[in-house]
């Protein structure tokens, strides 16, 4: 009798897991929660899974998804690199990139990322260019000569141009837009909500791991 419950109790426990797997499997689908992508996006680490969010520093969505998804990266496993990219729609847009692509090649990001995001969005101060930038990263212990020189830098253009390709790889047409492995893009619209767009960008982590 004992075995008998053993056993009755295995099979209930491994019936549940399937359940449950299942239940998760049907509730994210390809067309309806995200987009599968014709074709392979390049990443940065071919070694590990990548979750890449596509943001504009003047969008309002990305300001407030910001604080949520950088406390969730966070919690990501060492097999999964995050990636910040800018989009580059043009105008502003791209001119918001280059500061991207120039803090990043200072190491400067850490200090100033989250600050950009808040004057552009508390404060004002839309950082339309090299000038305003400098008078607000100086705040930082941002030297303003590093910064100028490295914002013309060929390193910088390459990166630029290389984000050009990405964001039309990706197929993105908004932001904030999360793309899993440069294989699926999450989109805020389709998700519901940013909560709804990281537990899908998990769900398909868990797919590509497996």
Known sequence: MRKLLTVGLIWLLGGLAMAQAQTQESQYR?????????????????????????????????????????????????????????????????????????????NQLDEAHAAVFQAIHNQGNRLANPDAMVKLLSQYGIDEDEFRKTWSS????????????LAKAYRASGVPTLIVNGKYRIEGGMAGSFEEMLKIAEYLVDQERS
């Open 30 to 106: 390809a067309g309806v929660h995200y987009v599968k992508l014709p074709a392979v996006a390049p990443t940065q680490e071919p070694d590990k899974i990548e979750v890449a969010e596509l943001f504009w520093y003047g969008c309002g969505h990305c300001f407030s998804f910001e604080p949520i998804v950088s406390e969730w990266k966070k919690t990501l496993p060492e097999d999964v690199n995050f990636r910040p990219v800018p989009a580059f729609f043009g105008g502003t847009w791209d001119t918001h990139g280059q500061l991207f692509y120039t803090l990043e090649s200072m």
């Open 154 to 165: 060929a390193g910088v253009s390459l990166k630029m141009n290389q984000a050009k390709r």
